[in-house]
DNA sequence: ATGAAAGCGCTAACAG
DNA sequence: CTGTTAGCGCTTTCAT
């Protein structure tokens, strides 16, 4: 199979039909084909085909004023949950022509590095942005860049600014969820390991779950996990910490902002002698690949992330389109997933425990992949 | 919708500088910044500053027929290896001023779609290509693509044409660690549960593993799981399917092509009874994220993702300026990665087992990633 | 050291 | 319907 990169140009096509490049031009636009006649236009078809002609996109893009590229914003490539979500986004945008510019955007990063990554993309004259690194302090950034005429949407993560669509999971619902979770299996004391909280999927977290064991008789013990990374190592680390600080746990539950440091925890808990689910229970969040076959399953907050990645970018087209009647935010509902982490504690306080093992499990339902 | 700012142009900051717009382009490349009188540059980088100027990439490209883009082609976003080598691509090229136009392009998509993405991706004037989908089939257009002009690197996956540079992992090497471990615990009747064979990650695991064990007297039950996708669900169908055969299950061991499928394979061994390792031994390939905390940890081949990425790109790079003297093949060395999921078989076969666990362990070493 | 001129390849606007 | 004209914004000769 022969195949040449677009060597040829609109005016080659042009010259080989006997028309003008403008014919060239129309013939191939899917909005503009009909304004040329059938006849000429097969023709044009036929030579352009024969000669592989390719319109440069560059060149389009330049006269054009846009270049059907979304640019998509992510903390780190690393993390399974942007995978998920640039599978939904890219899943979305390439059937309809566009393509993704991505960049990486660590959380340590200062906001002159996130301005520069959007200067650099609208240099290249994205269509649309669509944010899923956004921390608190890049909230002007964001602002003056939408304000200043480039459709943006938040996905993942928000930031105060009203004005600027977002796609977001409900993390204070996840948050709450899990909180309603363990007051319901009994536990009075509970440990929290956050992540950083300038980030709104953590402070949101932190705000439901506080909400609803402010409503209970339940005790926190609050621990900041890490304003860094939220990592195995770090929920470890965190652990490790609080065991070894001489006062013996009076915590029988814990809860993690992610499942990398509900799985970190559990490993020092577990040095340490402690049972789980017997001794202590423990509850993560975003419900990673291959958390429900650890050891013990890994009861956790399941995010719709696919989904949330096609409504970014169906949102970002929109707002393209016509910004004026964009509903401005969609909030996805996560579910709790339990599994054999969590159980009542060790002495149970009082009354009915509810035990909703058995209604509340939720079918696997794991991406499938490949290497 | 607020329009737009209108962004500077190099002939406004021209203007403002009392200077040629040609000045200005020369004043900010750092190539010919020297071309111009210290004084009149100072004076234009000042204007441009006040006046927000950034150069227009778009037109940038079309002048100087280069875009400082990479288009990076793999097969799935969900499947962590590549968010692991996108983020050693990224890592590597983004300090550079390249960015990375990426495609996900299924495995089970047809050429016609291969070629459609490259030369949409062309069509944006990539200076280079990563490509980590390539199968069998995609071989022709590949070599085209390249013979044409356009720098190509193959990452992770290779095919069967010379003149491609190739970074990958010694895939085959992997699979014979694995028949290695296997045997060297005394197993002699093997299962294996293999990826589609048109790919050559898959096809070289299993030519390293088939090698290996055909220099010795065990006996391998060969079992194609899935010519789509090799994920948790395909595993456990596929297990499934030999364990409902009607015969015994003669194997003491399984060696599946990637830890899901060795991870649905564990499930369904589970669910018929088998204790693992006591009663049946598995072994995965990627050590993907959490396989260390499964039930039981998964003894797997660990591959140098980030390394393979942070390599391609250096020799997209190294093809751009100069293919005569790049070093055609990279082959990266993985490491089998011992846990709890294997050890002897139920009824020992004679002599010295050798059981390695405890000299060849291996640290954690767990990527870091948040929500 | 700087300016003038000439496009890169494409498409919008305007004729006819 | 189709051709002509005129750039998009930048970089590169080629002069000076």
Redesign the pocket.
């Known amino acids: 199979m022969m195949m040449r990169l677009p060597v040829a140009?609109?005016?080659d096509v042009a010259r080989a039909a006997?028309?003008?490049?403008?014919?060239v031009?129309?013939s191939?636009?899917p909005l503009?084909r009909?304004?040329?006649?059938a006849a000429?236009?097969e023709r044009v078809l036929q030579v352009a085909a024969e000669l592989g002609y390719r319109?440069?996109m560059t060149?389009?893009s330049?006269?054009?004023r846009r270049s059907n590229t979304i640019g998509v914003l992510i903390s780190s490539f690393s993390n399974p949950i942007y995978g998920e979500m640039l599978h939904g986004i890219s899943g979305e945008l390439e059937p309809l022509g566009y393509h993704l510019l991505i960049a990486e955007l660590p959380d340590d990063a200062d906001e002159h590095r996130f301005s520069n990554v959007i200067e650099m993309m609208s240099s290249r004259r994205i269509d649309g942005l669509i944010c899923a690194a956004a921390r608190g302090r890049d909230t002007e950034i964001l602002r003056s860049v939408s304000e200043s005429g480039l459709p943006v949407v938040l996905c993942l993560r928000w930031i105060e600014a009203t004005g600027i669509a977002r796609i977001v999971n409900d993390d204070a619902l996840g948050g709450a969820l899990a909180a309603r979770h363990l007051l319901s299996l009994g536990h009075t004391s509970i440990l929290e390991i956050t992540g950083p909280t300038d980030i709104s999927t953590f402070a949101e977290r932190a705000r439901g779950f506080h909400g609803v064991l402010a409503e209970s008789s339940a005790t926190l013990v609050h621990q900041i996990a890490s304003s860094s990374s939220p990592s195995v190592e770090e929920g470890n680390r965190a652990m490790a910490e609080v065991l070894n600080s001489g006062t013996p746990l009076s915590a029988t539950a814990v809860f993690a902002h992610n499942d990398l440091l509900a799985v970190g925890a559990l490993d020092a808990l577990t040095r340490a002698g402690f049972d789980c689910p017997d001794q202590i229970s423990v509850v993560g969040y975003n419900d990673n690949p291959l958390t429900g076959h650890l050891n013990p399953g890994l009861t956790t907050i399941r995010l719709q992330i696919d989904r949330m990645g096609r409504e970014a970018a169906r949102t970002v087209l929109a707002v393209m389109s016509d910004s004026a009647r964009v509903e401005p935010v969609l909030s996805l509902v996560p579910e709790l997933i339990i599994r054999a982490s969590t159980g009542p504690p060790r002495s149970p306080t009082v009354a009915e425990v509810e035990t909703d093992h058995s209604s509340a499990w939720v079918e696997e339902n794991l991406p499938s992949y490949r290497a």
Chains 1, 2 share one sequence.
């Open positions: 140009t609109a005016a006997g028309v003008h490049a403008s014919t031009s129309r191939l636009d503009k009909n304004q040329v006649k000429t236009r319109p440069n060149a389009s330049l006269r054009r």
